[in-house]
């Protein structure tokens, strides 16, 4: 627990923990230190405000799957894992778990070992689970107490206080303890200056001053108080005894060897502030501790040696941090020398003098710009570290050195808000009275992203605010090589422009490497390696040769390959790829990449198509998603023929994605393919239909592409209410599909007929389809028509009145359509869960769950989907009482249904205003909605919209003092809907039972009786 965590057996051997959410399980039980936990407490812990559907089954898999992983790593681990009437809990002693040994330990005053235990942050893999903060923040209190009393009880040659202090800088007693080892070290000055700047941190930042402890003790450093102790000789050897790892095992004792020259440090004193690397700096100055040799890495103006600078001067080391300056050095042999130049040691072109000078002294050298004389540099390296038990090294370079015990410590760009700031930090210098505000934050932020975050470019284009201002230096990032062209003079020449830093790196590559830098500049946000293999290989690569020339690219920091599972993705910063582009002019080669590229991404669509309809369907929309960028650039590049097949292969991968406004504007095409599609797509965005599109189908010489455009249409207009239209268009799909073969096909018009069907009354029918495209999906493994499935079974499930089943299935289709990220689905989905909600009387439920489902919809311009949620929110909001909102939103879908053309679809919307009028009392206003509705719905010939229209009017006449009629008219819809084999569920009943019992009560229970058996026996045709 005291550091990563971490599973042994008895006998020494790691276990492996697989899967994250098993491993969090172990760390909350161990966290509890045997303990009981309920289940109830792990599963919140878990998945917060967020749980699976089932909980408590998912975490006893989860219990499951951790004895497993414990039962492999030693036979009866599983046992570890106990459960009682308490909850679950994980038996340990000091025997068994760290930081009860650790504490052990402290109670007997056996520091060190005590100490020892740490391997780094306490469960740093968990480090934002918020269940686990405090109890780790309670740890590293334990363990600070600890370096504390260690100190204080004669450890502090053991001890590394100037890493503590830098990591705890408010902590008065660290603080003290520090400034005593520094005074008895001989650092006077030193110990006077961290008195100074705790008292000015605490002043700006707490407004107290130190304890009188501490300033008894600055008072007696400034007296040398001899109470303070001896005081070892003062001069460039001397040490404060503050543990370090660097020199450990040495056998030195503090003070008594010189370092090497007369000062303890060449280091360049900083004159601007380190932005963004605090943490940076926290890793780097503890990684020494562990490894001799950390090599900074990154692509040239990410700040490489401004970092490896600011850890070199947190260190303490006995004889001092020296920086050796690379650059300059021109040639293999020139390395040695230029090292011994910096230590003062006579040159040697052996270095054994090199050697013979650093053995048995401790010392940090920082070797910067490697990346020039990486094979001398690793020679070197490698030689002195073999001979020198006390020397450390911090390499900066583009690549590695490639030394087996190398820690290599890639340097990431800064990220957004801490390029900001750098930003505002450098144009407020260069241009005073600058400063980020709201009105042109977004701007900077724009720049800072256009940059990649680089500092050396964020500062270079700082440095412009003064002539341009922000808004035109955003504007110029197009041209930022002629942008970024004046630096600052006391820069070295490869950092005083854009241009020349990234000239510095391509200076050291070879011909191919060039060849392929240049040719990778072509793709947008990154590619795959088959595509830089298609685009990159010929004139001098071959195809097999380019993963290797790549991997030196990204080796030397020119190329990104951020990803370490799965498949390999290539990236260039942006700054590079527009160099690689410049390169590319030069060479002669841009036009002919570009279509290079354009083809394989045009090959790569047509290739996924099909594949999005088959079980790889989730595998093929993440490879789309990473290529968009490159697919938009394909496109625009392409002739009207390609752009048109580009198109009609991303078609369904659009809708899949919900891009419909994309999809939209690229189906330019005139075809009769593209024609309806683009019509779907419009219906989709809440457009009119467009007839001749769909007359257009017949137009269509490819017999599956004219199934599915057909297929399309009829979906599109189901979802959108023309249920006569969508169900004609659907019919002559399946019939096509069934001929060809096409089992998806046959699959999607079945999944579409059970809504039609249900529209009709038809639920046997609805039934059968949903059945076989159920099974039809299931065979194919594609998810989406697994998720198209499960809606038609879950609104069977609740027209039966079992809403748990719809819920579950409901459920379950909401977390397939998150994981295909197909937001109309999801759309859909959430709605249909706040219809189960509303069913089951959970208002507040129903609400948030439709609005969320309107979010979604809104989010990505998909109209019907706001309907069907505003929709729910209609019926909601009548059902709570809060009428005049129901009747606003009711309004509002009536103009909506209007607009498109589907009035036929608002049999619904007549009948819920007609139900508001008639709980207002007005009796007039609610027959007529009323009598309209249940026009409209014999007309479309559903007799469950026909029972909903005669409950209605049963309300209006009951209103008006009719209850006989009334009385009749609930008999004929009680009729109609068992016609169809599905009477009114129980939680749909609360509209009929209260106009039932307002005609009840007005007749008495046998006229009551007598009418609605006269009703029920006229059935569909009652008159009235």
Same mark, same amino acid.
């Given at each position: 627990m005291l550091g990563p965590l971490g599973v042994w057996t008895t006998g020494g051997a790691a276990v492996r923990v697989p899967e994250v959410k098993v491993r969090l399980l172990l760390a909350d039980l161990l966290a509890h230190e045997g303990r009981p936990v309920s289940a109830d407490r792990l599963a919140f812990d878990l998945w917060g405000d967020r749980p699976p559907g089932n909980p408590v089954n998912t975490l006893q898999t989860k219990v499951s799957q951790l004895r497993r992983a414990l039962e492999a790593g030693e036979p009866g681990g599983r046992e570890l894992v106990a459960h009682g009437p308490a909850g679950y809990a994980v038996p340990v002693d000091s025997s068994t778990l760290d930081v009860l040994r650790f504490r052990e330990l402290v109670a007997d005053g056996r520091w060190g070992e005590a100490l020892a235990l740490w391997r780094g942050e306490p469960l740093a893999e968990f480090a934002d689970a918020p269940f686990l903060v405090p109890?780790?923040?309670?740890?590293?209190?334990?363990?600070?107490?600890?370096?504390?009393?260690?100190?204080?009880s004669g450890g502090v040659g053991l001890v590394d206080l100037a890493v503590?202090?830098?990591?705890?800088?408010l902590r008065e007693r660290l603080r003290g303890?520090?400034?005593?080892?520094?005074?008895?070290a001989g650092r006077q000055v030193e110990a006077l200056a961290s008195y100074a700047e705790l008292r000015r941190l605490l002043v700006e930042e707490q407004g107290l001053e130190p304890g009188p402890e501490l300033v008894a003790l600055h008072r007696a450093i400034l007296d040398h108080d001899p109470a303070l102790g001896p005081v070892a000789p003062s001069g460039p050897g001397a040490a404060v005894g503050s543990g370090t790892a660097i020199g450990s095992g040495t056998g030195r004792t503090p003070g008594t060897a010189p370092g090497p020259g007369a000062a303890r440090t060449n280091l360049p004193v900083p004159v601007t502030e380190l932005v963004g690397r605090e943490q940076a700096v926290r890793d780097l100055c503890g990684l020494p501790r562990d490894t001799r040799l950390v090599t900074l890495t990154g692509p040239g103006g990410v700040g490489k040696t401004s970092l490896a600078l600011e850890v070199a001067r947190r260190v303490s080391v006995a004889d001092g941090a020296w920086l050796v300056e690379l650059a300059g050095v021109g040639r293999a042999e020139q390395v040695i020398g230029a090292?011994?130049?910096?230590?003062?040691?006579?040159?040697?072109?052996?270095?054994?003098?090199?050697?013979?000078?650093?053995r048995g002294r401790e010392?940090?050298?920082?070797?910067?710009?490697?990346?020039?004389?990486?094979?001398?540099?690793?020679?070197?390296?490698?030689?002195?570290?073999?001979?020198?038990?006390?020397?450390?090294?911090?390499?900066?370079?583009?690549?590695?050195?490639?030394?087996?015990?190398?820690?290599?410590?890639?340097?990431?760009?800064?990220?957004?808000?801490?390029?900001?700031?750098?930003?505002?930090?450098?144009?407020?210098?260069? /241009?005073?009275?600058?400063?980020?505000t709201p009105d042109n934050e977004p701007v900077v932020e724009a720049i800072c992203r256009r940059l990649d975050g680089l500092p050396l470019a964020v500062e270079l284009a700082a440095t412009r605010v003064r002539g341009l201002g922000v808004t035109a230096l955003l504007d110029r990032l197009d041209d930022r090589f002629r942008l970024l062209a004046t630096g600052h003079r006391d820069a070295p020449a490869r950092q005083r422009t854009l241009r020349a830093m990234i000239d510095w790196s391509w200076d050291l590559l070879g011909d191919a490497e060039r060849i392929v830098l240049r040719r990778l500049s072509v793709h947008v946000d990154g590619c795959a390696l088959d595509a830089a293999e298609a685009v990159c290989a010929g004139g001098g690569v071959a195809a097999d040769e380019v993963l290797d020339v790549l991997t030196r690219l990204v080796d030397r920091s020119l190329v990104v390959a951020p990803e370490h599972t799965g498949e390999p993705r290539f990236r260039l910063l942006e700054s590079v790829a527009d160099y690689g582009r410049e390169r590319l002019r030069e060479a002669g080669e841009l036009d002919r990449v570009r279509d290079r590229h354009a083809a394989f991404y045009l090959a790569l669509a047509e290739r996924a198509d099909p594949e999005l309809r088959g079980p790889r369907q989730l595998a093929w929309l993440a490879r789309l998603d990473a290529d968009t960028a490159n697919l938009r650039a394909a496109h625009d590049a392409l002739g009207p023929a390609g752009a048109a097949r580009l198109t009609c292969a991303l078609t369904w991968y659009w809708f899949l994605r919900g891009r419909l406004r994309e999809g939209r504007r690229l189906m330019t095409a005139t075809d009769p393919v593209t024609v309806a599609w683009r019509a779907g797509f419009g219906v989709l965005l809440g457009e009119p239909a467009e007839p001749s599109a769909i007359s257009g189908t017949a137009n269509i010489d490819d017999a599956t592409q004219k199934a599915r455009a057909r297929w399309f249409l009829g979906y599109v207009l189901s979802t959108v209410g023309d249920m006569a239209s969508g169900e004609r268009l659907t019919d002559q799909a399946l019939a096509a599909f069934e001929e060809l073969g096409d089992q998806w096909g046959v699959a999607a018009a079945h999944s579409d007929r059970v809504s039609q069907a249900l529209a009709g009354g038809r639920v046997d029918r609805a039934r059968a389809s949903a059945a076989r495209a159920t099974e039809l999906f299931a065979a194919s493994g594609e998810r989406w028509g697994q998720l198209k499935a499960s809606f038609g079974l879950g609104m069977l499930a609740q027209l039966a009145g079992d809403y748990e089943r719809a819920e579950a299935v409901h459920r379950d289709g909401l977390r397939v359509a998150q994981e295909l990220r197909s937001w109309p689905e999801v759309s859909y989905k959430l709605s249909w869960l706040g219809r189960v909600a509303l069913t089951r009387g959970d208002y507040a439920q129903a609400r948030e769950l439709h609005e969320q489902a309107r979010r979604t919809a809104a989010e990505h311009g998909f109209s019907p989907g706001e309907v069907y949620a505003e929709t729910g929110l209609a019926l909601g909001a009548r059902r709570e009482g809060r009428l005049d909102e129901a009747e606003a939103l009711w309004e509002r879908l009536r103009a909506w249904h209007r607009r498109v053309g589907f009035e036929a679809g608002a049999t619904l919307v007549l009948a819920e205003l007609g139900f508001v009028a008639?709980?207002?009392?007005?009796?007039?206003?609610?027959?007529?909605?009323?009598?309209?509705?249940?026009?409209?719905?014999?007309?479309?010939?559903?007799?469950? /919209?026909?029972?909903?229209?005669?409950?209605?009017?049963a309300g209006a006449r009951a209103l008006a003092g009719d209850a006989a009629t009334a009385a009749r008219l609930l008999g004929a819809a009680t009729a109609a809907r068992a016609s169809v084999g599905v009477p009114l569920p129980v939680g749909e009943r609360a509209d009929v039972d209260r106009i039932a019992a307002a005609a009840r009560d007005a007749l008495g229970d046998e006229p009551y009786a007598a009418a609605f058996a006269a009703g029920h026996a006229e059935g569909l045709g009652v008159a009235f």
């Open positions: 109890v780790t923040a309670r740890w590293a209190e334990e363990r600070l107490v600890a370096v504390e009393g260690f100190a204080e503590e202090v830098a990591r705890h800088p303890l520090h400034m005593r080892a520094l005074y008895r090292v011994a130049d910096v230590l003062g040691v006579r040159e040697d072109a052996s270095g054994s003098s090199l050697v013979e000078a650093l010392v940090l050298l920082v070797l910067d710009n490697c990346e020039r004389l990486v094979e001398p540099v690793a020679a070197l390296v490698s030689r002195l570290l073999r001979a020198v038990p006390g020397l450390r090294v911090l390499a900066t370079s583009q690549e590695p050195l490639g030394l087996a015990f190398e820690a290599v410590w890639a340097v990431p760009p800064l990220d957004l808000s801490d390029a900001v700031t750098l930003f505002a930090a450098r144009a407020a210098a260069a /241009a005073p009275g600058f400063a980020v008639e709980q207002r009392g007005d009796a007039a206003r609610a027959l007529e909605l009323q009598s309209e509705a249940l026009s409209l719905a014999r007309r479309v010939g559903d007799p469950r /919209a026909i029972a909903l229209a005669l409950e209605g009017v």
